[in-house]
């Protein structure tokens, strides 16, 4: 059975603290591993990643697949207070439908 | 400019009614997806659609029906709702391209049934 593990559930840190969510995955086939921001509204786009060991960047954030570990981490240096939010990490296998398998998410409170 | 919406925002309704949440998007996609997320748990697909004409169950079973008549549209429909359906209710669109695999999502219609 296909299945996405994040951890940790839940983490508060301080403002300027660095953190690190992981992902870690069962999937048949697999194609490709995303990692999306959840506030109070639906989850927007951050990262997809394919290949192994090639990071993934974007302003404070980033992201890198080990496709051996089956696994994934999301970085993100000198938090903010916005970066409040459900981390969600999603998996897609090698079928027509494009569907996702999403895990519960890690919920990262920015505190002040 | 492109984008994909969802209406109600916020549901509340009582045991029995009949309800369509609506999805639209303007990009041009071809396959569309209804997710279900209850809180702190995992998202779930419940439908999909490769096109107009086209839809299939996910692998969440649910009692709600979907249609695709129009490749911008893709409502929901609970003929009976109950509060076992209470929930957040996400669309979301993909091109299905190789190129491109992101799934864009809707913000959601919160549903409550009391």
């Known amino acids: 059975e296909d299945k996405v593990v994040q951890s940790p559930l839940s983490l508060v840190v301080h403002e300027g603290d660095t953190v690190t969510l992981n992902c870690s995955y069962e999937?048949?086939?697999?194609?490709?591993l995303l990692w999306y921001k959840q506030e109070k509204k639906a989850p927007t786009f951050l990262f997809m990643l394919t290949s192994s060991g090639i990071e993934k960047k974007s302003g404070r954030l980033s992201s890198i697949l080990d496709k051996k570990e089956l696994s994934s981490i999301l970085n993100i240096t000198a938090t903010q207070t916005g970066d409040s939010a459900i981390y969600l990490c999603a998996v897609r296998n090698q079928t027509g439908a494009n569907n996702l398998f999403f895990g519960t998410g890690t919920r990262l409170t920015v505190i002040p | 400019e492109a984008d994909i919406y969802q209406t109600p925002r916020y549901l509340v309704i009582g045991t029995g009614k009949k309800i369509t949440l609506e999805c639209s998007q303007t990009m041009g996609h071809d396959k569309m997806y209804w997710y279900q997320q209850d809180p702190g748990m995992e998202l779930h697909l419940i439908h999909y659609s490769y096109g107009v004409n086209s839809t299939e169950k996910g692998d969440l079973s649910s009692e709600s029906t979907v249609s695709r008549i129009r490749t911008e549209h893709f409502p929901l429909t609970l003929e009976s709702a109950r509060p076992s359906h209470t929930s957040q209710y996400l669309c979301a669109s993909s091109t299905g391209q190789v190129s491109s695999y992101e799934q864009y999502f809707g913000p959601g219609t919160r549903l409550t049934v009391t």
């Open positions: 999937v048949t086939n697999f194609r490709s």
